[in-house]
């Protein structure tokens, strides 16, 4: 599903104050800062497989939103 | 070799790749904010050698052997010295810019400058804000360890010319012991804000840099996601 079709169902907000990423023993939820510290390098895997939800006030929002703010 | 599996690796050649540009653009970036600071500090090595000239001219011109009317020192001090001063600095700007020895020869330049100056208005405590200035001045490489170089040149020259020469740095010949101490604690201050700026400084570049790999990879998933790559994918799993 591509972002713009996600979109549907997602917060109009940009930003986020939350991610949830895949991990090795399930998926990880990490503040933004937690985020942030990652390596580039894993930060851009997520991104480009689209794996990373991002969540702002507890509603969802698009990969696109979230890094929008 | 599975479609699943090629489309894994041309994912993890993706990020490698847009991982890879952000580097190159934040030492693109880096370098151009180097060598941009380094042509400053050439015209400035050219600015303060005119000035130290005029200084000593306006200051003390004449030196007087009996009734002989001679050059001061002054003035041949801030013609030659001056001159040696600044000459290396700019060479390196024109023909170095961007290294990390250019940089630091500007900073320790700079900071000998400043005493040149003081020593010629005959250690008035006024033109040591030209330390100051200086110090504010190389912050804009946002490289902390130059700030460091030029506080360090400023302590040493304070310390031996406090011991051998004190006229020439306080204007005073018997100076308290621990005057440069004093001067030290104050560029100590004010290096401690400057280095945390520097830092602060290049950190945001790295997150620019950071933040268009972001971007990239987001529009690297729209482009895989299309239904070009859809149907190249079954397509490809269909053979």
Known sequence: ?69 | MTAPMQTLDAAQAAADAIVERAEARYDAHRQEIFRATDRIFGWLMIGQWIFGIFLAVAVSPYAWEGKVKTIHAHVWIAVILGGLLSALPVYLARKHPGEVLTRHVIAVAQLLWSALLIHLTGGRIETHFHVFGSLAILTFYRDWPVVITGAAVTALNHFFLGVFWPESIYGIANPEWWRFLEHAGWVVFCISFMIIGTRRGQKDMRVMADRSAELEALSENAWRNSSVIDRMTAKAAGT
């Open chain 1, 1 to 69: 599903m591509t972002d713009a079709m996600a979109d549907n169902n997602l917060s109009p907000l940009t930003g986020y104050d939350r991610v949830i990423v895949p991990g090795a023993n399930g998926p990880r939820e990490l503040s933004r800062k937690q985020f942030e510290q990652l390596p580039l390098r894993e930060r851009v895997g997520f991104l480009i497989a689209g794996t990373a939800q991002f969540y702002r006030m507890g509603a969802a929002v698009s990969a696109t939103n979230a890094m929008k703010g």
